[in-house]
T-cell receptor, first 108, second 115 residues
Framework: AQRVTQPEKLLSVFKGAPVELKCNYS??????LFWYVQYSRQRLQLLLR?????SIKGFTADLNKGETSFHLKKPFAQEEDSAMYYC??????????WGAGTKLIIKP | DGGITQSPKYLFRKEGQNVTLSCEQN?????MYWYRQDPGQGLRLIYY???????QKGDIAEGYSVSREKKESFPLTVTSAQKNPTAFYLC??????????????FGQGTRLTVV
């Protein structure tokens, strides 16, 4: 079965420190991968997708097919980055398969 | 104001009762989804619909039912057969299959509590 694994339920870092939220997926051809974010009292929304290779709010994510990973990184965390982050991949039926999510807390 | 709207925001249900959660979108999206969000479990797919008058079971469809009579609407009924219905329910929509990527747009969610 296709799976997405986010090993950390909670990640807490200090403001200004680097952040890396881990995501691993089960191997299956060329996956479409996404990071979604849910800020407090806001709806879940797309943060970035790997095909666009863009940086959003200072976050980047590189697809590593050898390690089947799609970790989300930011060099200097900001307090407003505190949120719930979900990694997801698209399956062959165009459905999204979700990781369990990582709660990121940025300490002042 | 374009988007996807869920109502109500909070819902209380007595045991043994059916209850229906509303989801409406004006994005002209073909595909709509219902997820259940529980702490530490991510989003689990209940039902999805890729076109009007058609829907498919997701991973945890037991105890739930849906309809898709209109493109804009995808209501979810939580039946008395659902053994643990207290949860946060999210509705989403996307353009639909056949596109280059799948970006899901989410509603604000409905928190259902069984009392």
């Amino acid at each position: 079965a296709q799976r997405v694994t986010q090993p950390e339920k909670l990640l807490s870092v200090f403001k200004g420190a680097p952040v890396e939220l881990k995501c691993n997926y089960s191997y299956s051809g060329s996956p479409e991968l996404f990071w979604y974010v849910q800020y407090s009292r806001q709806r879940l929304q797309l943060l970035l997708r790997h095909i666009s290779r863009e940086s959003i709010k200072g976050f980047t994510a590189d697809l590593n097919k050898g390690e089947t990973s799609f970790h989300l990184k930011k060099p200097f965390a900001q307090e407003e980055d505190s949120a719930m982050y979900y990694c997801a991949r698209e399956d062959s039926n165009y459905q999204l398969i979700w990781g369990a999510g990582t709660k990121l807390i940025i300490k002042p | 104001d374009g988007g996807i709207t869920q109502s109500p925001k909070y819902l209380f249900r007595k045991e043994g009762q059916n209850v229906t959660l509303s989801c409406e979108q004006n994005l002209n999206h073909d595909a709509m989804y219902w997820y259940r969000q529980d702490p530490g479990q991510g989003l689990r797919l209940i039902y999805y619909s890729q076109i009007v008058n058609d829907f498919q079971k997701g991973d945890i469809a037991e105890g739930y039912s849906v309809s898709r009579e209109k493109k804009e609407s995808f209501p979810l009924t939580v039946t008395s057969a659902q053994k643990n219905p207290t949860a946060f329910y999210l509705c989403a929509s996307s353009i639909g299959p056949g596109t280059d990527y799948t970006e899901a747009f989410f509603g604000q969610g409905t928190r259902l509590t069984v009392v």
